[in-house]
Nanobody
Framework: QLVESGGGLVQPGGSLRLSCAASGAIFRLRAMAWYRQAPGKERELVATIFSGGIPTNYADSVKGRFTISRDNAKNTVYLQMNSLKPEDTAVYYC????????WGQGTQVTVSS
């Protein structure tokens, strides 16, 4: 089970930190990822992180602004989002990177003045 949180309404240039709480004893062995889906668009991969915390990879559109991290002791993955832009507006989801399972409800991020 995946539970995303931390979304909200923020002005352009602002920051948010998303969290994803995952259940399962083998979480720490899994590569995880954040995805997002904007209205009328397909879900896209935003960032990935492998089981030990490295390496990390980012979509070109967020590189240098977003940082993915994880705390295996807490079964939690984070997405620190800085310098947010209106085009970052979307519902954000976390899931496994390889063979994504059931999706959570996501968390809405809206960037608007």
């Amino acid at each position: 089970q995946l539970v995303e949180s931390g979304g909200g309404l923020v002005q352009p240039g602002g920051s948010l930190r998303l969290s994803c709480a995952a259940s399962g004893a083998i979480f720490r062995l899994r590569a995880m990822a954040w995805y997002r889906q904007a209205p009328g668009k397909e879900r896209e991969l935003v960032a990935t992180i492998f089981s030990g915390g490295i390496p990390t990879n980012y979509a070109d559109s967020v590189k240098g602004r977003f940082t993915i991290s994880r705390d295996n002791a807490k079964n939690t993955v984070y997405l620190q989002m800085n310098s947010l832009k209106p085009e970052d507006t979307a519902v954000y989801y976390c899931n496994q990177f390889y063979q994504p399972g059931n999706w959570g409800q996501g968390t809405q991020v809206t960037v608007s003045s």
